[in-house]
């Protein structure tokens, strides 16, 4: 009984060690980025663009506007575990709209 107890403490101390040695892990990192967005030509494009990324697994926010002239911005914070910028743009791109950094 006494060396179920002593390895318990061990694991879990073992296991905060892990936490305080990697703490972005144990933390929720999250990555915002500011696409340049191709193709927009009225107001409501934007609702399509943040439609389109909101879709996306690690997706937290977005926020988007129509420029004029054809371009507009789309404004995304979200998780790099699950998503990356290339798939940010991919899905803008199969929306109709392509963007880049």
């Not at 073992?14 to 980025?33: R, S």
């Not at 926020?63 to 914070?77: H, I, L, Q």
Request: hydrophobic share 45%; aromatic share 8%.
């Amino acid at each position: 009984m006494f060396h179920k107890l002593i390895l318990s403490f061990v694991v879990v101390f073992f296991m905060f060690g892990l936490a305080l040695a990697n703490p972005a892990q144990a933390q929720n990192i999250q990555q915002t980025v500011t696409l340049q967005v191709e193709k927009m030509t009225c107001s409501a494009c934007p609702l399509t663009v943040k439609m389109a990324l909101k879709k996306i697994d690690g997706v937290k926010q977005v926020s988007a506007k129509y420029e004029g002239r054809g371009e507009g911005w789309a404004k995304v914070t979200f998780d790099p575990s699950k998503t990356s910028v290339a798939s940010l743009i991919k899905a803008t791109t199969n929306a109709g709209y392509p963007s880049h950094l």
